[in-house]
């Protein structure tokens, strides 16, 4: 006959089952294996010591996912080493709040545009552990890395952390340069201090005391010359005033004054213009006039100028003397009478 189990024996190996259950609900209950994940990558500048698989993915401190995969990649083209960090997120943390949308590439892409990244934070100064952060920060650039791996990318950006150890490291790589500066300068100021050019500041003090003490000395003669400056100042004024005074009185008288000469101006290179047309428009004639008439005329108006000349000359000698003109030179001989 076969033995019979014992019931305390079947009884403590169901409640060690039920016990397993529970302590596996307890410890991966935040990952339940049929819910749907998607899955991205990111690149980190610097190091992302603190961070590894298992990590937690937050949103603004909300769980949202975990770290997959931490790996290096080493690029043979350009000899440089890449980070990158693999991501599961679960979109059904977002979905049970939110109304129904599918989580497509491109409202992923949109999210990036509006200025979604990841940046690592601190999750423990004692163990020194790190998570991933994703925010909106608008503004910040979209830095990508070239990559294949068949993920969407998630831009990142340096954490407050980073951001003041980079500042400390710029600040440590110029503090040589720096202190060869202050080097510089307490050399030109132990120069300065010399002892020549104690003197000569001495010297200079000395100087500057005894102009003071002179100006203090001639202050009283230089009042009537302050005086009289003044009082020119004040004549000044009272000219402008008075000349403003004119002006305003003589407005009118001078601005028409400078309409008509405005006027006159129009009028003038109005006939400008026309004399200009004219001359353009019988400059063949004019020389013809210049060249071969002008010439004759010319000599015309001499002989004329002469000939009036001898009529002049006879109608001044008629007139004094009549009678000569009219019987010749015989006038002083006469007719013998029988």
Do not use: C, W
């Not at 500057?208 to 400056?229: D, R």
């Not at 006939?271 to 010439?295: I, K, W, Y």
Request: hydrophobic content about 45%; glycine content about 8%.
């Amino acid at each position: 006959m076969s033995r019979r189990a014992s019931p305390k024996l079947v009884g403590g190996f169901i409640l060690a089952a039920i016990g397993l259950l529970v302590a596996a609900a307890l410890v991966f209950g935040t990952f339940t294996f049929f819910e749907v994940t998607r899955r991205f990558v990111v690149f980190f500048q610097g190091s992302v010591d603190g961070l590894a698989q298992g990590s937690a993915v937050l949103f603004r401190g909300v769980p949202l996912g975990r770290v997959i995969d931490v790996g290096i990649r080493f690029d043979p083209q350009n000899r440089t080493f890449q980070i990158p960090v693999v991501i599961d997120i679960r979109p059904g943390v977002i979905g049970r709040l939110s109304p129904e949308a599918k989580p497509d590439v491109e409202l992923i892409q949109s999210l990036i545009d509006a200025g979604l990244r990841a940046r690592l934070e601190s999750a423990s100064l004692v163990t020194g552990q790190q998570v991933v952060q994703l925010n909106f920060f608008p503004g910040t650039p979209a830095n990508l890395v070239k990559t294949d791996l068949p993920y969407i990318q998630i831009p990142t950006i340096l954490s407050p952390t980073q951001q003041i150890m980079s500042s400390v490291d710029v600040a440590a790589n110029d503090l040589p340069t720096l202190i060869r500066r202050a080097t510089a300068v307490l050399d030109r100021v132990q120069g300065v201090l010399s002892p020549e050019n104690e003197a000569a500041l001495h010297t200079l003090l000395e100087s500057s005391a005894a102009l003071m003490k002179t100006l203090q000395a001639q202050a009283e003669s230089l009042g009537p010359l302050i005086n009289g400056v003044e009082d020119t100042v004040a004549t000044a004024g009272q000219l402008t005033k008075h000349l403003d005074g004119v002006v305003q009185d003589n407005r009118e008288d001078i601005r028409t004054m400078i309409r008509t000469f405005r006027e006159a101006t129009v009028t003038v290179n109005k006939l400008t213009d026309q004399l200009n047309q004219v001359v353009t428009t019988n400059r063949v004639p004019l020389r013809h006039f210049t060249e071969g008439t002008l010439p004759d005329l010319t000599a015309l108006i001499i002989d004329a100028r002469t000939t009036v000349n001898r009529a002049s000359a006879i109608l001044d000698s008629l007139q004094r003397n009549p009678t000569r003109f009219i019987f010749g030179n015989r006038m002083g001989q006469g007719v013998e009478l029988k």
